[in-house]
């Protein structure tokens, strides 16, 4: 009979797979993300010496994000119509 001593550990424990799983996929998001910043840093750096100048947008569309953020701020300074539940 073989004492437990001797044996040589075949399968390893749940917490030592997943602890493995867990860094393999971080490793594997990590890769393809640095990938992804790396060839869009590389696009930016590229492409504007190689596209031809573009003409300027119509002022009405220059209007457009200050309309949004003016929108947004009176939302948040305007007052709740919720009722209040004080105990």
Known sequence: ???RSSRSPAITSWPAI?????SLMFRCYFSRSAFI??????????MPPLL??????PTVLLF????????LVFMAF??????????
Do not use: H, N
């Not at 997943?18 to 867990?22: D, R």
């Not at 910043?37 to 590229?46: G, K, P, R």
């Not at 031809?52 to 947008?57: C, D, I, N």
């Open 64 to 71: 457009v994000p200050v309309i949004i953020m003016s929108f």
């Open 78 to 87: 305007i007052p709740s119509q919720m009722p209040e539940f004080s105990p």
């Open 52 to 57: 031809p100048p573009l003409p300027p947008p």
């Open 1 to 3: 009979m073989i004492s």
């Open 18 to 22: 997943s602890s493995l799983y867990k």
């Open 37 to 46: 910043m790396v060839v869009f840093t590389a696009s930016l750096l590229v």
